[in-house]
């Protein structure tokens, strides 16, 4: 059996497409362009497999019907050679033995009739390489523990061999079980990350979030040296805080959730709770899934789904919400228009006290700064103006841009009085509030204060 060397994490998947028919290969390449693969393709099964045998290949796709050596074949010995290949059967008719051939000696991982449907065609492909990648990991973490079982029978095989040095050995032995199981929780989470990315699938890349939650938390953890028992309990939290939105249909998973019709935000009231009761059967998850549980809870009790107050709410279902409103907001899941990082901040801050703890928005506005380089609300010099308290000789600080996300001035640009007047009308004429975040130079600021 010929080794198939593994990608790396930073590759592009590579998909190899196999058909007889070129019109059929330039459609799915069609189809594939602009998606995160690289595509290969051949218009025969020998061709295939000498593509095979210059690089490593993660998907073929190949057709049921093609002269000398038809898909099952193929796909049978791609499975004897690539065993770690995903394999997919393309037919075009309805023929039970050749789908049997390719299910008993290719193996193969799922079969598409043509003519196929694009999307679902689009969402096999992201479900199989998903699982490839989830099964890769699963394998690695098997040899892992594998490696560390192998390692302590090594050690149990030397305690008889030194009596008097049973005691020491036998700690020694214990160090290692204990090392190993902190080494398993590392591994679980992660674990939970691998599923969280899974489970934003089901979001457009605009609408996803838990990666960017995990980093802010990871951060947070970071800055301020939490111990690693909490940092791994809201990591595993960030990871999959929104697992209990996964039964909800599409349309209501992006729409935003102020927008909400009555029965729909009775359902995303309750998602806290569902994702707590998914996950409170995994003993590594409780602490994290409390966390979850109480996430939505407001400072001034208004939240759910316990109406906690003020520190009865856990200090990290405090903080998950920080991260979790801080990054919805930009997404547009909380309101409407999507606000950038600053905008977000303003609003966390506007209602420190209301949803948020108070003494956590200071510092969290800090952490943000450090973590984001275009966060400038923790720049002392900068301040955060509406259309009518601008002045001529203000310089922005950051883009501005208008609620439909046109460009209106570029960050660095200097404020005069016919470009403020200007703001004001457009601002009237769309019926907006902008926020303007600007630096006021010293002698700007000192004419200020004259003329007040």
């Known amino acids: ?96 033995s050749a789908i049997i051939k390719a299910i008993n000696e290719g193996q193969i991982h799922r079969y598409i009739s043509k003519p196929w449907h694009d999307e679902e065609m689009l969402l096999t492909l992201r479900q199989s390489l998903a699982y490839q990648h989830s099964e890769r990991e699963r394998l690695r973490l098997v040899q892992e523990t594998w490696d560390q079982n192998e390692k302590l029978k090594r050690l149990n095989a030397t305690l008889e061999k030194h009596v ?155 903080l998950l919400k920080l991260a979790v409103d801080f990054i919805e907001l930009q997404r547009g899941l909380i309101l409407e228009r999507q606000m950038n990082s600053d905008e977000a901040l303003v609003y966390i801050r506007q209602y420190a006290g209301r949803l948020y703890d108070p003494e956590l928005v200071e510092d969290f506005i800090q952490v943000c700064a450090t973590y984001l380089s275009d966060v400038t609300l923790a720049d002392p010099t900068v301040k955060v103006l509406t259309t009518r308290d601008l002045a001529a000789g203000m310089i922005l600080a950051r883009n501005l841009n208008a609620d439909n996300g046109m460009l209106l001035l570029n960050a660095g640009k200097v404020l005069n009085g016919p470009l403020v007047e200007k703001l004001i009308a457009f601002e009237a004429m769309e019926g907006a509030r902008y926020s303007i975040f600007v630096k006021v130079p010293e002698q700007v600021e000192s004419a200020l204060l004259e003329t007040s």
């Open 1 to 96: 059996m010929e080794d198939q060397l593994p990608t790396t994490v930073t590759d592009k998947p590579k998909l190899l497409l196999v058909d007889d028919e070129e019109s059929i290969l330039n459609s799915l390449r069609r189809l594939l362009r602009g998606q995160p693969y690289e595509v290969l393709l051949a218009t025969s099964g020998a061709q295939a497999l000498e593509i095979m045998a210059q690089q490593p290949i993660d998907l073929v796709m190949s057709d049921a019907r093609m002269p000398n050596m038809d898909g099952a074949t193929l796909l049978a010995h791609v499975h004897q050679r690539y065993p770690d290949t995903t394999r997919i059967m393309l037919t075009g008719y309805a023929d039970p």
């Open 164 to 318: 008097a040095a049973r005691t020491s050995e036998l700690q020694q032995t214990a160090d290692m079980l204990d090392l190993a199981y902190e080494e398993l929780k590392r591994s679980y989470v992660t674990g939970t990350e691998v599923f969280s990315l899974l489970a934003n699938l089901r979001l457009p890349p605009a609408k996803q979030t838990n990666r960017q939650i995990i980093e802010l938390v990871r951060v947070y953890c970071k800055l301020h040296g939490l111990d690693e028992g909490t940092s791994r309990d809201l990591t595993m939290a960030a990871a999959l805080y929104n697992i209990g939105k996964l039964s909800w249909t599409d349309s209501m998973m992006s729409t935003p959730s102020d927008l909400l019709h009555h029965n729909d935000r009775e359902r995303y009231r309750g998602y806290p709770k569902q994702s707590e009761s998914l996950l409170m059967t995994l003993d590594p998850m409780k602490d994290a899934a409390r966390l979850i549980l109480h996430h939505q809870e407001r400072w001034d009790g208004s939240g759910f789904p316990d109406r906690l107050k003020g520190e009865a709410i856990p200090f990290g279902s405090r």
